[in-house]
């Protein structure tokens, strides 16, 4: 640990020797937690922190899901300044880690026995070569689809629970002039549904063979081509002005009753409980058809900054004010996800919340549960945009599910 | 060098008249209508915006959006509204707009004034500097700043902005002197007069007008910045454009657009005022230099 | 003699203070400009991904890169805008500044309204835009509840009409700041000439364009550089206003840039690309700047 006071001679002596300019007994904090939910739950971990003397200076960049934070980042660590923690999503954690920029968290890990309450799939993501890197807040899961259940219960449709179901389900809402399914046209967005249609149409195997992998004959293979037939589908089902729009104008639209369904992560429940909706009574969630068994995961965590030397005592005290119990449950109640270890009491939580801690675990403990390829959790980030660009092209009508399927294993190969 | 302002000597008939008249309102409708639709929504309770009608007058007039974001909309984990980061956007943008003026004048002082060889090709080499891409210089201009121990600081900031403005201050301020007759600083100088007090006596006095051009033209510029912002400013110096990101971008929750677009005028207000307050001058400085090559 | 050696010295002095007060400036320029673009270029042939890394891979990065269809979308979208953006702005910008050269009562309301685009920010603007271009909530939907049932307004919807609604942006942000620069012109050209002309019985469209614009050939060169300038730079307004979309419609080859440089983690790409940009801006401004300088001499 290193102390510096804050002083602005001694300041400058600190970034000579790259280290971080924030005095000691503070941790600074990169992240795109901006919006009120979110800025109040990591107000609790700020709390925990101040209780124990050490102090939070704020860094927030909001934008593009963190892609702009990301940028941030790269300029800060380029400088020698790199803030103590940083909000990292999947492979973005694990290239820093293997950049060796990031601190050891073994530690902690070991006295507070991590490698016991979380999933082995999650923990992909936060060890690189079997040391801790970075501290899981929560895990999502985005094989979601939410309905409107008075829309759907005045047209008669059921939970569909196959392919075929859904697009009966679909049919019956345009008839009755409804807009069957609300989608936001960006190009994650996009992919987030691709990721759920792929899933139920490749199965578990194919989808870790296609995306995690990156097996061509899997990229290239009928099943995929049937999954972009799906999406076409998929896309005559959405109303004509889709492109652009944001993910939670799509949700008000379920919210509102002008759609009947939309397929989003667990984040879009924090947009009908807002909207002082019940879950269950005013609307649904349930796994995308054919997925019922598997759970696609995207996870928030905080990567710690390597300051020179071993694990300071404040990262260590973040790490650990992160993946307690309380904050875990806390935090996730407000923000929609499930606890990242598996040993937290669900009774805080919604019907929702309850049923994917309840699904997460099912499917860790079945090997059903796969990182989501549209949230960066599957491929580095630069297969995960050339996907994007050939799913978001094909939704978007620039060529057709055979001419996709050959653009994906081009792109892909380029990417890799 | 004639800055007196003159109309043309051209006439014109009553009906061409009204039509230009026509035209030129119907542009003023054109240039006013983002600002309208900001306006007229950020004094209207939010209800009343997700209702539609984006182009309405308020039925129910408001001005708690506008307090709100001032000083209470959720930026970071506080919600301490862009106040503190107005302070933070000013201390960055003075010492920028002063430090690249002054520069540019000078530049433009020995490169019209003080020929020597080879300096069209440096003067050429500065303006082509304008034309990089930012994107491109995120990654070693950290690296620099770090090495200068000025990331994270308000002036490794204003250094990046006088680094990448002084290619257009030197333009501005060369192609003004350019025209400045040359007898007069032959004439100080046989009076024994220096470089620095020929600068100061004759030149300066009447570089007004050029001085508003340049002045406008980087202030804008830094001011509205954001990626260099967001990328050098450190957790104590994140300029106004990152903060307003922040409210505008918050990917959950209610999007209160209301609040967004009091934010997004108050973030704009300073460099609004300038265009309103300068203004005036700004085609005057232009008229007396910059066009006339 | 002791006099003369001091004028010596002092002439000497007088001789260098112009270098040296230049020399910071220039300094700066080979650090910053020159120095960082010849990095960019050496990284454009190496495996750099994340971060600058420096194992040389050649012209893989060239290669990959031109097989993109993504790029080459980008650089025919700045083909369309970069043409339609100049040829508009200017036309508009020259078009409004001869009107209000014509005594308009009210100049000094209508100036500050053509040129405060230019003060604001697409941060700020963005969201404005987006909601007036969409047809649920914007123009469309106003035209609507005005009566005009078959007014059809969806151009940012359209990955064929996309483009344009950013060129419209665009223009709507700049054409103020060009009429400025044609305005200051247009009140810098000798009033006698007109006169004479006039007294020679010469119409005004004949006055305009034998005598007038001809005249103005300065301002039409500052214009076009601040206007090529400004949309090689355009980012933000296509950030704010399309996000890159519908699908890739509306990307430009600085949006691809920072894509691949920085949420891609593909930096040999985005440098090779900034590579390709440098030296298409290059072959436009070097002749032009060269025939502009040279000229002075």
């Keep these: 640990m290193r102390a510096f006071p804050k002083t602005k001679a001694t300041v400058v002596a600190a970034l000579m020797t790259s280290a971080t300019m924030v005095a000691a007994d503070d941790v600074e904090v990169l992240h795109w937690w901006t919006s009120g939910g979110e800025a109040a739950a990591l107000n609790v971990l700020k709390q925990d922190l101040e209780g124990q003397g050490i102090g939070w200076t704020d860094m927030p960049v909001a934008g593009g899901g963190g892609e702009q934070a990301m940028t941030v980042l790269r300029a800060r660590v380029t400088a020698g300044n790199a803030p103590t923690a940083v909000q990292g999503l999947g492979f973005d954690i694990l290239d820093w880690g293997k950049e060796g920029a990031l601190a050891d968290l073994n530690e902690v890990a070991a006295k507070e026995g991590w490698d016991e309450v979380v999933p082995d799939a999650l923990k992909a993501f936060a060890k690189v070569d079997g040391k801790w890197v970075s501290a899981p807040v929560n895990v999502h899961s985005t094989n979601w689809v939410w309905a409107n259940k008075s829309v759907l219960d005045a047209n008669g449709i059921a939970v569909p629970t196959s392919w075929e179901d859904f697009t009966a389900a679909l049919e019956t809402l345009k008839a009755a002039g409804i807009t069957p399914i609300a989608h936001g046209g960006q190009a994650w967005q996009e992919a987030t549904v691709f990721d759920a249609v792929a899933m139920s149409v490749l199965g578990p195997d194919g989808y870790k063979a296609a995306f995690v992998d990156l097996d061509e004959a899997t990229l290239g293979s009928d099943a995929m081509k049937e999954a972009f037939d799906r999406m076409a589908v998929i896309r005559a089902n959405v109303d004509d002005n889709f492109s652009g729009r944001d993910w939670n104008l799509a949700t008000a639209m379920v919210i509102n009753g002008e759609a009947g369904f939309q397929m989003m992560g667990d984040w879009a429940k924090g947009e009908f409980l807002n909207a002082g909706k019940v879950p269950g009574e005013d609307f649904l969630c349930f796994r995308f058809p054919g997925t019922a068994d598997q759970v696609t995961f995207n996870a928030d965590q905080f990567m710690m900054f390597d300051q020179g030397g071993p694990v300071s005592a404040e990262q260590a005290a973040l790490a650990s004010a992160i993946l307690s119990p309380s904050f875990q449950s806390a935090f996730n109640v407000v923000k929609g996800s499930v606890p990242a270890r598996t040993d937290v009491s669900d009774a805080d939580f919604d019907a929702c919340g309850k049923q994917g801690m309840k699904d997460l675990a099912a499917a860790a403990a079945s090997g059903n549960l796969f990182g989501s390829m549209a949230h960066g959790h599957a491929a580095p980030a630069s297969v995960k945009n050339a996907i994007y660009d050939v799913v978001t092209a094909h939704f978007n009508g620039e060529f057709d599910s055979e001419t996709a399927v050959d653009e994906l294993v081009d792109a892909v190969s380029i990417a890799k | ?293 | 003699m002791a006099h003369s050696a001091n004028a010596d010295f002092k002439t000497r002095l007088q001789n260098w203070i112009p270098k040296l007060v230049l020399s910071p400036s220039v300094a700066m320029m080979l650090v910053f400009v020159y120095g960082f673009i010849l990095f960019s270029v050496y990284l454009s042939f190496t495996d750099s991904r994340l971060l600058p890394s420096f194992g040389w891979v050649g012209l893989e990065n060239y290669s990959k890169l031109w097989r993109l269809s993504h790029w080459e979308v980008s650089i025919k979208n700045m083909g369309i805008f970069a043409a339609l953006y100049i040829v508009i702005c200017t036309t508009i910008g020259l078009g409004l500044a001869i009107f209000l050269d014509q005594k308009i009562r009210g100049e000094g309301l209508l100036r500050p309204i053509y040129l405060y685009p230019m003060a604001l920010s697409f941060i700020v603007t963005g969201t404005a835009w987006k909601w007036f271009l969409d047809p649920g909530i914007g123009l469309e939907n106003v035209m609507h509840s005005w009566g005009w049932e078959s007014f059809e307004f969806r151009w940012i919807k359209d990955r064929n009409y996309a483009i344009y609604t950013v060129v419209l942006a665009a223009v709507w942000q700049t054409s103020g700041f060009v009429m400025a620069m044609f305005l200051a012109g247009l009140r810098g050209i000798d009033n006698e000439i007109l006169k004479a002309a006039q007294m020679d019985g010469a119409s005004n469209w004949n006055l305009y364009r034998r005598i007038i614009i001809p005249q103005l050939r300065p301002a039409f060169l500052s214009a076009f550089v601040i206007l090529s300038h400004l949309a090689i730079k355009t980012f933000d307004l296509v950030i704010a206003l399309t996000g890159g979309g519908p699908g890739r419609a509306t990307e430009l080859p600085a949006t691809f840039m920072y894509s691949y440089t920085f949420s891609r983690n593909q930096m040999g790409i985005g440098a090779a690309s900034a590579t390709i940009m440098l030296m298409t801006i290059a072959a436009i401004m070097i002749p032009y700047l060269y025939s502009e300088l040279r000229e002075k001499r």
Excluded at chain 2, 221 to 239: C, E, K, M, T, V
């Design chain 2, 1 to 293: 060098m004639s800055v007196a302002s003159q109309d043309t000597a051209i006439r014109t008939g009553r009906i061409t008249r009204t039509l230009i008249y026509v035209v030129l309102i119907l542009f003023a409708l054109f240039y006013m209508l983002p600002l309208y639709v900001m306006l007229v929504n950020s004094v209207k309770p939010l209800s009343e915006i997700t209702g539609g009608g984006m182009m309405n007058l308020p039925e129910e007039f408001t001005l708690e959006p506008w307090f709100k974001a001032w000083s209470s909309a959720q930026i970071g984990v506080e919600p301490t509204g862009l106040a503190p980061y107005f302070w933070n956007s000013i201390k960055m943008v003075v010492p920028a707009v002063a430090v690249s003026t002054v520069l540019g004048a000078l530049n433009g002082y020995v490169l019209t004034k003080w020929r020597f060889k080879y300096d069209t090709i440096l003067f050429g080499l500065m303006l082509f500097a304008c034309f990089i891409p930012f994107q491109i210089v995120l990654i070693p201009m950290a690296r620099m700043l770090g090495l200068m121990g000025l990331a994270g600081t308000t002036w490794g900031l204003a250094l990046v902005h006088v680094v990448y403005g002084i290619g257009f201050t030197t333009l501005y301020f060369r192609n003004y002197y350019a025209v400045f007759p040359t007898e007069l600083i032959r004439a100080a100088q046989i009076d024994g007069a220096g470089f620095f007090q020929i600068f100061w006596r004759i030149l300066l006095p009447s570089s007004g007008p050029i001085a508003v051009v340049s002045i406008i033209w980087q202030f804008t510029n830094i001011w509205n910045d954001f990626l260099f912002g967001a990328s050098f400013a450190g957790a104590d110096s994140q300029p106004m454009t990152v903060a307003l990101n922040n409210l505008v971008q918050a990917s959950h929750g209610v999007k209160e657009y209301n609040v967004h677009f009091a934010g997004a005028i108050l973030a704009a207000t300073p460099t609004l005022l300038v265009y309103i307050v300068a203004g005036r001058y700004f085609v005057r400085g232009l008229m007396a230099g910059s066009v006339k090559g």
